[in-house]
């Protein structure tokens, strides 16, 4: 044995390297030399044998992370608005999406996984420049228009519970965000704890409001699994629910912050880490489909109440985040309106964090930019509030209120240029190679997906053209616009039918495990641990050896 060791310390010093081999006793006679490293194989062997829970929690934390999208302000709007309209009705609406939202976060974590590029990178590895510059302008403007909901949402709750002016909330909230991204010079860790914070905090808010309005379970549970749409706005609410769950900025986001964990590179270190993304997204996820259920159920109970006043009943018909307050302040009392902030509060800061994170990946992974963290912090957030700053100081609570419902048009516009890709990068062998998707999740995905974008087209056209039928402009401007916007839409879907219909031309995927078992086979072999040009001796000596039969 002691033999052994002195043949593997000289055969690593005839190649220059001062690592220390890594020697292997099999029942204390033959021995392996691991060339490639020190202890690799080893070290993999002891991750794998870990338990199951504590590798699972060393990969918490992304999906916490991106299920703030999922509870933003914008959401909580449209959760109120659907609760107050049709009570419980809406609720399987939530639930699908919820569904929808796992599959494709999912999708955007094994590929970061399996590819070790997240989805910027990929797009700029993939398309043509301009092609490349369009999707990066196109992402920056969904960041800026998700971070509108959640920084007035923000300001809203400061001026609920400390009576600020709504355009030093937004000021606020600028400045609190950086503030907390600093918390990024300590590790990602830190940052994905506060945020489950948050989400406790946000959480046990609605959940102690529910606990208040005590609404009928039965009816609740009935809305959860019994498609309905009666009404006739439930159409539109249901449609302004399910683009308001999906987020095309998520998708960038996930698919990096899970670089930040380490996977072993071989097919099972992949196959487990994309499991335990699954599982960790899945209860990150469970916990806000409870967070909208408690929402939609506490806006239908407190909106159907037999002991409604009328000015509470014209709030409820046109409930927004800002007038939400007063009705719970009027209904349930003003302990219930101060909770109602602190989970607005909770909701506001923790996506805007999460947002401004999504803008520094999109800048880095379409533009290369080098520059310093908090440079690049501060360029994101300056952008996402400069439209949010403009409008609460002109317009006020009721201009802050319309620029929610337009961002929330502009992310559904925006979907399919963060979805088309993920879902044909996820499905190419030339970028997943063995961990592409399967071609049931293949079909399930791509029809989900243009689902949720034709929904979106229509609904956005649709109320285009409604608006400019009954719009109150001149006749010569309704003309002019018309003029204007339509060969734009046509732009737009020429632009998902090429993002579509275009094949991936790019490899970024590389078998690293079975490199040298093609060099073996082809008679190459390369001391570095890449494909290289020396061949290996022919061995005369065993030429004539037999083959088994």
Not at 119 to 139: G, H
Not at 219 to 245: N, Y
Not at 471 to 477: E, F, M, N, W
Request: glycine letters at 8%.
């Amino acid at each position: 044995m002691e033999a052994a060791r002195e043949i593997t310390r000289e055969s690593a010093r005839e190649r220059g390297s001062n690592r220390v081999a890594c020697v292997e006793e099999e029942e204390g006679e033959s021995v392996n030399v691991n060339k490639e490293g020190p202890c690799k194989q080893v070290d993999e062997q002891q991750q794998h044998q870990k338990s199951g829970w504590k590798r699972f929690l060393a990969h918490v934390g992304p999906g916490f992370l991106v299920s703030m999208a999922y509870l933003d302000p914008g959401n909580l709007e449209t959760d109120l608005q659907a609760g107050a309209n049709h009570k419980y009705e809406l609720l399987w609406v939530i639930l699908l999406g919820l569904v929808f939202a796992l599959i494709i976060q999912s999708l955007s974590a094994n590929l970061g996984v399996s590819t070790g590029k997240h989805l910027a990178e990929l797009c700029k590895a993939e398309y043509p420049k301009y092609v490349k510059y369009c999707l990066w302008v196109v992402a920056e403007l969904a960041v800026i228009a998700a971070d509108i909901p959640e920084v007035i949402g923000t300001a809203f709750a400061l001026n609920i519970l400390f009576h600020i002016p709504l355009w030093a909330g937004v000021l606020i909230t600028g400045l609190s965000t950086l503030l907390l991204l600093g918390l990024q010079r300590y590790g990602v860790r830190k940052l994905e704890l506060l945020i489950a914070m948050l989400v406790l905090i946000l959480a046990a808010c609605y959940f102690g409001e529910l606990s208040y309005v005590k609404p009928p379970a039965a009816e609740v549970m009935k809305g959860l699994f019994v498609p309905r749409l009666s009404g006739d706005s439930a159409t539109s609410d249901a449609i302004a629910l399910l683009g308001a769950l999906v987020m095309p900025h998520n998708l960038f986001l996930h698919s990096a912050l899970v670089l930040s964990r380490k996977t072993p590179p071989s097919v099972k270190g992949v196959n487990d880490a994309c499991r335990f993304f699954f599982l960790e997204s899945g209860f990150a996820l469970f916990v806000a489909l409870l967070i909208n259920i408690a929402v939609v159920s506490v806006s239908g109970s407190v909106c159907s109440a037999d002991n409604l006043s009328a000015d509470d009943a014209d709030r409820c018909d046109d409930l927004t985040l800002n007038s939400a307050s007063f009705l719970l302040k009027n209904v349930l009392g003003k302990s219930s309106s101060i909770v109602y902030g602190i989970a607005l509060l909770a909701s506001g800061q923790s996506s805007t964090i999460t947002g401004t994170y999504a803008g520094q990946y999109i800048m880095q992974g379409f533009l290369d930019i080098k520059m310093r963290m908090w440079v690049q912090n501060l360029m994101t957030r300056c952008i996402a509030i400069g439209p949010s700053l403009i409008v609460a100081i002109i317009g006020g609570s009721a201009g802050a209120g319309r620029l929610i419902i337009i961002a929330s048009m502009i992310l559904s516009f925006e979907l399919p240029f963060a979805l088309i890709p993920l879902l044909k990068f996820s499905s190419s062998s030339t970028k997943m190679g063995p961990h592409k998707n399967s071609i049931y999740v293949i079909v399930v995905s791509w029809i989900l997906g243009f689902g949720i974008i034709a929904i979106n087209i229509y609904f956005l056209s649709t109320s285009f053209v409604k608006w400019l039928v009954h719009s109150s402009l001149p006749k010569a401007a309704t003309v002019f616009v018309g003029i204007v916007v339509f060969p734009f839409m046509a732009a737009y879907v020429l632009a998902v039918i090429y993002l579509t219909i275009r094949r991936d031309t790019a490899l970024t995927f590389v078998d690293k495990s079975d490199a040298s078992q093609v060099e073996m086979e082809s008679g190459v072999r390369s001391s570095d641990g890449n494909r290289g040009t020396e061949v290996v001796p022919y061995r005369e000596d065993l030429a004539d050896i037999p083959l088994p039969d």
